[in-house]
């Protein structure tokens, strides 16, 4: 029996059906090892050793590839054709070895780029050997991303509270999109005059001709700046005479694009079809599986991670047989094409995307597919085609006009082009960014010197028109323009480009406008900071030279473990640089970084940043944990605060558009109104002091708010009733974790935010014994980064954990921080003894308390002199029980540690 080894049930379930009875194909669903989400899972201290994990659900399948391995007579791993399945395949192997299920078993690679029975046949007769450097590559790629990731993302979190991850790739990639957005920001648009002249020949035959030259000198498209300047030409040519100067017509080719790449087909699928990049992979991915035609499952297209634009000399020929059929033989070039990739560091091991059988056309194929498998498919199928089909042949015309009169002279130009014959446009024409259409604009027949005539064309236009203008700023990256600027530049691979556009987005650090790429605040900062400290990673060209020495790995002409010793003794001593940088000198670097995003002039040329609400405060960013804001310097005695990205009116709270009025609190007559702050839109009731607030819950849209729901809002928290067993009160409202009851420090969310305002006392009942059931009562917890085992003397568990000021280890209520650089893996319960110790000889954690309790203290401590207690004995109690209240509220809020299925997990280009 031979074991075939491939990634998916789908892939899996193809093939079975193409080998005999002697071969069992199984999936390993994916990758079956990874990196676990925590510090120290790449050791650079032991030349970069990683800890692999398995997780439960891989477990299992590989039990089952490992059951099936003892009884066969042969191992062939089948994974994809790039280095992620070469990565598979290592890992499949080394879990096998681990077990010693091989023995002395055949082990065999195949590859194949497309999922059809001949492909299949034939790699299954030519196998190789599992391709090393391949696998190293993979190896440096995982280690630099997860080194980053696990690196930056902590210095992120302690100077930039409120700021999620970054990445090697997703943080340059961020980079384009806010340079771009700061070009956007700072462009000052220039006026310029453009001046057009309606001519007419002497058969009557019309056509436009634009101003390029005047009085001897050459005219370009900003050289007209002033109304003035337009006016005056303009009225010379009203009276002037027109005369043909000269007339050149020129034939041109045009020639077909190659076919599809990852990055080109995730470009027009996104211009043609609207998808994502990420949508674009996932529709292809099952057209590459096997789509079942005829009661046959094949796959319809070839592997699509790829770089390479060549096709195979069969499907060339194939290419070719169906264009005579459907197009003509005019239609066939004379010579096959062969293109080459002109993409920065390409590697062009496999084909490009295309059809595995080119005689399967879309319309054939359409009734087995989904309407957008089958849009991508015709897409793929047309672009492969047109590739493949003879040149566009054009006329391009260009007409010079001299103009005279009052002494002066002017030049005017027309140009057109006429589709003499439309080769491969009769089937497809790529898809442009600008929406530049090259369609003909055919210009009439006039020989040279003929005389002109000005006068309108369509009997509404006059017959010289000038136009004024303003210069654009360049538009924002869409997903297809940003992934053709990241391949040109050479940042990442291809397959890793719709991960990392996604990721942006889901870190809150993009949004997606109008298919425009928007950077949002938290990416701005995170940007800032990071050029502002750690410019050398997110450079264009320094990505792009890593990305060159990870190809090289993968060729063999680089050591990995090279590669990664030069970067991380670099950026190693980068990182130990900044650790101790004050969070203050990076507000400051930022606010210059970012000055005029977030301090934009004013009109009446006032400072940007003072303090509309005090007299002499300035206005800086700050941060928090829930992210940036800007506030007043004076701050407390001025609390002024307002959300980055505003125009600059001065009204602090109201965000760009100010304060939106819903309607009156019909019992108080106050004003409701919808407002933005730094931490998203809000409802307030009317303008006191201390006006009553609640932030929108999510889900809900502040363009659908209503006074109805806003008044809904304000009135929580709800009583819903007294609890049955002691009578206390039950409250609904809504908190940082979303919707909840609350019954003596017990809380349960509940489904939606709509259900705060309708549960009942029996829902409530119901939800709070589940919480309590579960142990819970109050937050979650923050989880142990490591259990070092129980108190010998006094019981109770010890254990570390990640706060918010860096890791420290825990017994009971006293919390004692790590020493500085301390590994909180290698802790011993040893010097975690010794550390709480020393933590309790001061009497706990220190806390700062606040006015109020600090007369309390005073309070409790005469009380308690006065009962006949010494004033020590009630201070030394008081503060016991504060802290010991205080680490209980810390420990409901405390920052968890990052974990592999959580959306906080830093490095984001492993893929």
């Not at 007409?399 to 009169?405: F, M």
């Not at 935010?753 to 589940?770: H, T, Y």
């Not at 209240?885 to 893929?911: L, N």
Request: charged content about 30%; glycine content about 8%; overall charge neutral.
């Amino acid at each position: 029996m031979n074991i075939v080894i491939v990634e998916s049930p789908a892939k899996a379930k193809t093939i079975n059906k193409y080998l005999g009875s002697d071969y069992h194909v199984l999936a390993s669903y994916g990758h079956v090892r990874d990196l676990p989400a925590k510090d120290g899972s790449v050791k650079p201290d032991e030349d970069f050793a990683m800890s692999w994990q398995v997780d439960p659900k891989s477990q299992k399948r590989l039990t089952e590839i490992a059951n099936a391995v003892k009884d066969a007579d042969r191992l062939i791993l089948a994974t994809d054709p790039d280095r992620e399945g070469e990565a598979i395949s290592w890992h499949v192997l080394e879990v096998l070895q681990k077990k010693r299920v091989l023995k002395d078993k055949q082990v065999q690679r195949v590859v194949f780029n497309a999922i059809t029975k001949n492909a299949i046949l034939e790699a299954m007769a030519n196998p190789r050997e599992l391709d090393t450097p391949l696998v190293d590559a993979y190896l440096a790629r995982r280690a630099l991303d997860y080194l980053v990731g696990f690196t930056l993302s902590p210095v992120l979190w302690r100077k930039l509270p409120g700021a999620r991850s970054a990445g090697r790739v997703q943080s340059v990639a961020l980079r384009l999109i806010c340079d771009r957005e700061m070009e956007i920001e700072v462009f000052e648009p220039q006026e310029y005059w453009s001046i057009l002249a309606n001519l007419k020949t002497p058969d009557d035959k019309g056509f436009q001709a634009g101003l390029t030259g005047f009085d001897g000198k050459k005219i370009n498209r900003l050289d007209i700046k002033t109304e003035e300047n337009a006016s005056r030409i303009k009225t010379m040519l009203e009276s002037a005479s027109f005369a043909v100067e000269s007339v050149v017509s020129k034939p041109a080719k045009r020639n077909p694009a190659a076919p599809f790449t990852t990055s080109t087909l995730q470009q027009e699928a996104s211009r043609k079809l609207g998808f994502s990049a990420s949508r674009t992979m996932q529709v292809a991915q099952k057209l590459y599986e096997g789509i079942s035609i005829g009661g046959e499952t094949s796959g319809l297209i070839t592997y699509m991670r790829t770089d390479g634009v060549q096709i195979a000399n069969e499907a060339i020929s194939a290419a070719r047989k169906v264009i005579g059929q459907d197009f003509g033989d005019q239609y066939v070039p004379e010579k096959p094409r062969f293109y080459s990739s002109k993409a920065k560091n390409a590697q062009e091991a496999h084909e490009a995307v295309r059809p595995t059988d080119l005689s399967r056309r879309p319309k054939d194929v359409a009734r087995f597919l989904d309407p957008d498998q089958a849009r991508l498919y015709e897409l793929i199928w047309k672009r492969t085609m047109a590739s493949q089909m003879e040149s566009a042949v054009l006329e391009r015309t260009t007409i010079e006009v001299l103009a005279s009169g009052s002494g002066k002279t002017a030049n005017l130009r027309a140009t057109g082009s006429v589709i003499r014959f439309d080769g491969f446009l009769a089937l497809y024409q790529e898809g442009r960014d600008d929406d530049e259409d090259e369609s003909s604009k055919r210009l009439p027949a006039v020989e040279q010197g003929a005389a002109l005539t000005a006068a309108s064309i369509d009997g509404k236009s006059a017959p010289i028109e000038a136009s004024q203008h303003f210069t654009t700023p360049p538009p924002r990256y869409t997903e297809a323009s940003l992934l053709k600027k990241m391949e040109e530049l050479g940042i990442g691979r291809p397959s890793t480009y719709a991960s990392t556009l996604q990721t942006l987005r889901d870190r809150d650090y993009v949004e997606l406008d109008k298919k425009q790429l928007v950077p949002l605040d938290k990416g701005r900062i995170v940007i800032a900071f990071l050029a502002s400290y750690f410019n050398r990673y997110v450079e264009f060209d320094f990505t792009a030279s890593l990305e060159e020495q990870l190809d090289k790995i993968s060729s063999g002409e680089l050591s990995w473990l090279d590669v990664l010793r030069a970067f991380w003794r670099d950026f190693s001593g980068n990182v130990d640089e900044i650790k101790d940088l004050r969070v203050s000198e990076v507000i400051d670097a930022l606010n210059e970084v970012l000055g005029a995003h977030i301090f934009p002039p004013k009109e009446d040329g006032s400072d940007p940043r003072a303090c509309p609400s005090c007299d002499n405060g300035q206005l800086s960013l700050k941060v928090s944990r829930f992210g940036a804001f800007i506030g007043c310097s004076n701050y407390p005695e001025c609390n002024y605060t307002r959300q980055l990205a505003k125009s600059a009116d001065g009204d602090g709270e109201a965000g760009a558009d100010g304060p939106k009025l819903l309607g009156q609190d019909p019992e108080t007559g106050l004003d409701v109104s919808l407002r933005t702050g730094r931490f998203g839109p809000y409802v307030q009731l009317g303008e006191e002091a201390k006006p009553k607030r609640s932030s929108l819950p999510k889900g809900w849209s502040a363009a659908d708010l209503d006074l109805e729901k806003a008044l809904q809002l304000l009135s929580l928290p709800r009583e819903v009733g007294p609890h049955p067993e002691d009578g206390k009160m039950i409250t609904a409202g809504l908190g940082r974790y979303g919707p909840f009851v609350l019954h003596e420090g017990t809380y349960a969310n509940l489904s939606s935010p709509e259900e705060v305002f309708s549960v009942g006392i029996n829902r409530a009942v119901d939800a709070l014994a589940e919480k309590r059931s579960k142990g819970g009562r109050g937050r979650a917890a923050a989880t142990a980064l490591k259990e070092l085992g129980d108190h010998p003397e006094e019981g109770g568990p010890i254990n570390v954990y990640d706060g918010r000021y860096g890791p420290y280890v825990k017994h009971g209520k006293i919390n004692a921080t790590l020493p500085k650089d301390t590994d909180p893996q290698t802790v011993t319960l040893e010097q975690a003894l010794k550390l709480i110790a020393e933590k309790a000889a001061k009497g706990g954690a220190k806390k700062k308390a606040a006015p109020k309790k600090t007369a309390a203290k005073k309070t409790t401590a005469k009380k308690a002199a006065a009962d006949g207690e010494t004033k020590s004995t009630a201070k030394k109690t008081t503060t016991k029980k504060t802290a010991a209240k205080k680490t209980t509220a810390k420990k409901t809020t405390a920052k968890t540690t990052v974990d592999a299925s959580s959306d906080e997990v830093p490095w984001d280009d492993a893929s």
